[in-house]
């Protein structure tokens, strides 16, 4: 089974606004990565996360990261059509493989 | 174009046939993953290579999958005697030991009929 769980499973939002999807996982990990797969293509890693960081942004990505509550949240500003993705968040542990395991994804509808 | 490629992009197969798929990763990377994904799920993880040796298999793996990666650069996955669960896309990553970052291709859709 999946160990990452993506919520809310669908999300539709006007153009500007911001994004917000959250992710929760079960073991303990070594990072935590968002990945987004545009319709029927590949998956693009977005931002990565390691379990001693909290926050970390990169352009209009936000995430963080509580692994108290095993929990991470991907926040996207001012959003725009070209963000209509599903958005996957994928943790690692250092088991050694370095397995990642997805969640089912979050749908984000972008209306311009 | 310096990505992972992916061959072939499409397959449709009849239930009972072998297919194989083969996955070029980004030619530094040492690590390589196979997963599959079907339609409104994310990907779940097959296997996964450093170098040429195949260190985690998925118990999704079963008896009628295999993969391999001889010399540490390409990669092959087959399928024996193709069921219609098959069905589903096939992603190959790469990546660096250094960082948990993947690269994919764009994936190989099976249909199996």
């Known amino acids: 089974s999946q160990q990452g769980e993506e919520d809310p499973q669908a999300l539709s939002i006007q153009e500007g606004e911001n994004a917000t999807m959250n992710c929760s996982y079960k073991t303990s990990i070594n990072n935590l990565q968002w990945y987004r797969q545009n319709s029927g293509r590949g998956l693009v890693h977005l931002i990565l996360?390691?379990?001693?960081?909290r926050e970390k942004h990169s352009g209009r990505l936000r995430v963080t990261l509580d692994t108290s509550k095993k929990s991470s949240s991907l926040l996207i500003t001012a959003s725009r059509a070209a963000d209509t993705a599903s958005y996957f968040c994928?943790?690692?542990?250092?088991?050694?493989?370095?397995?990642?395991?997805f969640g089912a994804g979050t749908r984000l509808f972008v209306k311009a | 174009d310096t990505g992972v490629s992916q061959d072939p992009r499409h397959k449709i197969t009849k239930r009972g046939q072998n297919v194989t798929f083969r996955c070029d990763p980004i030619s530094e990377h040492n690590r390589l993953y196979w997963y599959r994904q079907t339609l409104g799920q994310g990907p779940e993880f097959l296997t996964y290579?450093?170098?040429?040796?195949?260190?985690?298999k998925s118990r999704l793996l079963s008896d009628r999958f295999s993969a391999e990666r001889p010399k540490g650069s390409f990669s092959t996955l087959e399928i024996q005697r193709t069921e219609q669960g098959d069905s589903a896309m096939y992603l190959c990553a790469s990546g660096d030991r250094a960082y948990n970052e993947q690269f994919f291709g764009p994936g190989t859709r099976l249909t199996v009929l």
């Open positions: 290579f450093q170098n040429e040796a195949q260190l985690e």
């Open positions: 994928a943790t690692g542990s250092n088991t050694g493989g370095f397995k990642t395991i």
């Open positions: 996360i390691r379990s001693n960081e």
